[in-house]
Protein backbone atom coordinates (compact mmCIF):
# COMPACT_ATOMS: atom_id res chain seq x y z
CA UNK A 1 0.00 0.00 0.00
CA UNK A 2 3.24 2.20 -0.23
CA UNK A 3 2.95 5.49 -2.15
CA UNK A 4 6.73 6.42 -2.25
CA UNK A 5 9.94 5.92 -1.43
CA UNK A 6 12.27 7.74 0.30
CA UNK A 7 15.92 8.23 -0.66
CA UNK A 8 18.78 10.30 -0.39
CA UNK A 9 21.01 12.73 -2.55
CA UNK A 10 24.01 10.94 -1.83
CA UNK A 11 26.67 12.42 0.88
CA UNK A 12 29.03 15.20 -0.17
CA UNK A 13 31.93 13.59 1.82
CA UNK A 14 34.04 16.10 2.62
CA UNK A 15 32.55 18.23 -0.77
CA UNK A 16 31.34 21.98 -0.27
CA UNK A 17 27.89 22.29 -0.74
CA UNK A 18 26.18 23.62 -3.91
CA UNK A 19 26.73 22.29 -7.02
CA UNK A 20 24.97 19.21 -7.65
CA UNK A 21 26.83 16.39 -9.67
CA UNK A 22 25.16 15.17 -13.27
CA UNK A 23 26.29 11.59 -12.13
CA UNK A 24 23.90 12.37 -9.13
CA UNK A 25 21.28 13.73 -11.61
CA UNK A 26 21.29 10.97 -13.77
CA UNK A 27 21.19 8.03 -10.86
CA UNK A 28 18.08 9.37 -9.58
CA UNK A 29 16.82 9.53 -12.38
CA UNK A 30 16.96 6.06 -13.60
CA UNK A 31 16.49 5.41 -9.81
CA UNK A 32 13.22 7.56 -10.70
CA UNK A 33 12.06 5.64 -13.77
CA UNK A 34 12.33 2.11 -11.88
CA UNK A 35 10.37 3.46 -9.09
CA UNK A 36 7.66 4.60 -11.48
CA UNK A 37 7.60 1.09 -13.18
CA UNK A 38 6.85 -0.45 -9.79
CA UNK A 39 3.88 1.77 -9.81
CA UNK A 40 5.29 4.37 -6.83
CA UNK A 41 6.94 7.96 -6.62
CA UNK A 42 10.84 8.53 -5.72
CA UNK A 43 11.27 11.03 -2.89
CA UNK A 44 14.48 12.92 -2.34
CA UNK A 45 14.71 13.72 1.59
CA UNK A 46 16.33 16.96 2.32
CA UNK A 47 19.30 15.87 4.12
CA UNK A 48 22.16 17.79 5.97
CA UNK A 49 25.54 16.55 4.22
CA UNK A 50 23.77 15.43 1.00
CA UNK A 51 23.79 17.43 -2.45
CA UNK A 52 20.22 18.19 -1.87
CA UNK A 53 20.64 19.36 1.68
CA UNK A 54 18.56 22.63 1.49
CA UNK A 55 15.39 23.42 -0.22
CA UNK A 56 17.08 25.45 -3.13
CA UNK A 57 18.99 22.43 -3.95
CA UNK A 58 15.82 20.12 -2.95
CA UNK A 59 14.39 21.74 -6.06
CA UNK A 60 17.76 22.23 -8.15
CA UNK A 61 17.88 18.33 -8.18
CA UNK A 62 13.86 17.85 -8.74
CA UNK A 63 14.10 20.42 -11.79
CA UNK A 64 17.03 18.61 -13.08
CA UNK A 65 16.10 15.06 -12.67
CA UNK A 66 12.92 16.20 -14.42
CA UNK A 67 10.58 13.14 -13.58
CA UNK A 68 6.79 13.13 -13.00
CA UNK A 69 7.34 10.21 -10.27
CA UNK A 70 10.38 12.65 -8.62
CA UNK A 71 9.61 14.63 -5.72
CA UNK A 72 11.02 15.73 -2.22
CA UNK A 73 10.29 14.62 1.06
CA UNK A 74 10.74 18.09 2.67
CA UNK A 75 12.47 18.12 5.99
CA UNK A 76 13.05 21.73 7.35
CA UNK A 77 15.26 20.62 10.13
CA UNK A 78 17.87 19.19 7.89
CA UNK A 79 17.48 22.10 6.02
CA UNK A 80 18.47 24.20 9.02
CA UNK A 81 21.45 22.79 10.45
CA UNK A 82 22.68 23.47 6.69
CA UNK A 83 22.38 27.04 7.45
CA UNK A 84 19.36 27.32 5.22
CA UNK A 85 16.07 29.77 6.92
CA UNK A 86 13.55 26.58 6.25
CA UNK A 87 10.63 28.75 6.05
CA UNK A 88 10.31 31.10 4.33
CA UNK A 89 13.24 30.86 2.34
CA UNK A 90 13.85 26.93 1.52
CA UNK A 91 10.67 26.19 1.26
CA UNK A 92 9.85 29.33 -1.27
CA UNK A 93 11.81 27.34 -3.94
CA UNK A 94 11.21 23.70 -2.93
CA UNK A 95 7.34 23.91 -2.50
CA UNK A 96 6.10 22.88 -5.99
CA UNK A 97 8.05 19.69 -5.46
CA UNK A 98 7.21 18.76 -1.55
CA UNK A 99 5.13 15.41 -1.40
CA UNK A 100 5.92 14.45 2.37
CA UNK A 101 6.62 16.46 4.91
CA UNK A 102 8.98 14.87 8.10
CA UNK A 103 8.38 17.03 11.58
CA UNK A 104 11.16 17.26 13.91
CA UNK A 105 13.20 20.41 15.27
CA UNK A 106 16.46 21.34 15.96
CA UNK A 107 18.48 23.61 18.07
CA UNK A 108 21.55 25.08 15.92
CA UNK A 109 24.27 25.94 18.57
CA UNK A 110 25.78 29.18 17.93
CA UNK A 111 29.15 28.29 17.71
CA UNK A 112 28.12 25.66 15.62
CA UNK A 113 26.73 21.80 15.88
CA UNK A 114 23.16 21.48 16.77
CA UNK A 115 20.96 18.88 18.54
CA UNK A 116 17.73 17.36 17.87
CA UNK A 117 15.00 19.46 20.61
CA UNK A 118 11.36 18.98 21.50
CA UNK A 119 11.19 22.49 20.37
CA UNK A 120 13.64 24.45 18.54
CA UNK A 121 14.47 26.53 15.68
CA UNK A 122 12.34 25.63 12.82
CA UNK A 123 8.87 28.26 12.39
CA UNK A 124 6.39 25.15 12.29
CA UNK A 125 3.59 27.43 12.34
CA UNK A 126 4.81 29.58 10.10
CA UNK A 127 5.73 26.16 7.92
CA UNK A 128 1.77 25.18 8.37
CA UNK A 129 0.10 27.59 7.85
CA UNK A 130 2.19 27.89 3.83
CA UNK A 131 0.73 24.21 3.56
CA UNK A 132 -2.43 25.31 4.29
CA UNK A 133 -2.37 27.76 2.29
CA UNK A 134 -0.89 25.95 -0.52
CA UNK A 135 -3.00 23.57 -0.65
CA UNK A 136 -0.82 20.38 0.46
CA UNK A 137 -2.03 17.49 -0.11
CA UNK A 138 0.25 14.83 1.30
CA UNK A 139 1.40 13.72 4.83
CA UNK A 140 3.39 15.47 7.37
CA UNK A 141 5.14 12.60 9.22
CA UNK A 142 6.24 12.88 13.03
CA UNK A 143 9.91 12.34 13.40
CA UNK A 144 11.12 12.93 16.82
CA UNK A 145 14.16 11.19 17.15
CA UNK A 146 14.14 11.24 20.88
CA UNK A 147 14.09 8.72 23.56
CA UNK A 148 11.87 7.28 24.76
CA UNK A 149 10.55 7.03 21.43
CA UNK A 150 6.67 6.72 22.70
CA UNK A 151 6.60 9.87 24.80
CA UNK A 152 8.52 11.54 22.92
CA UNK A 153 6.40 10.93 19.80
CA UNK A 154 3.33 12.01 21.41
CA UNK A 155 4.97 15.39 22.62
CA UNK A 156 6.08 16.06 19.11
CA UNK A 157 2.68 14.67 18.26
CA UNK A 158 0.42 17.07 20.69
CA UNK A 159 2.93 19.87 19.04
CA UNK A 160 2.42 19.35 15.84
CA UNK A 161 -1.47 20.03 16.81
CA UNK A 162 -0.95 23.05 18.53
CA UNK A 163 1.31 24.59 15.28
CA UNK A 164 -1.62 23.47 12.95
CA UNK A 165 -4.10 24.97 15.45
CA UNK A 166 -2.00 28.25 15.24
CA UNK A 167 -1.94 28.16 11.99
CA UNK A 168 -5.40 27.90 11.24
CA UNK A 169 -6.12 30.53 14.22
CA UNK A 170 -3.29 32.81 12.16
CA UNK A 171 -5.23 32.02 9.13
CA UNK A 172 -8.84 32.91 10.34
CA UNK A 173 -7.45 36.30 11.64
CA UNK A 174 -6.27 36.91 7.83
CA UNK A 175 -9.49 36.01 6.48
CA UNK A 176 -11.57 38.00 8.68
CA UNK A 177 -9.49 41.36 7.81
Not at 17 to 33: K, N, Q, S, T, Y
Not at 119 to 126: E, K, L, R, S, Y
Not at 127 to 152: D, F, K, R
Amino acid sequence: GAHFIVCFSFARNGLPAGGIPDRVVDILRDAAERTADAGLDLLVETEEGHFANSGALSAELARRVGHPAFGVNWDPANALIEGERPFPDGFRAVEPFVRNVHFKDVRVRPGGGWDIVDNGDVDWTGQIAALIAGNYAGAVAVEPHLSPSVSSTRRALARLRGHAAAAEAEREKVSTR
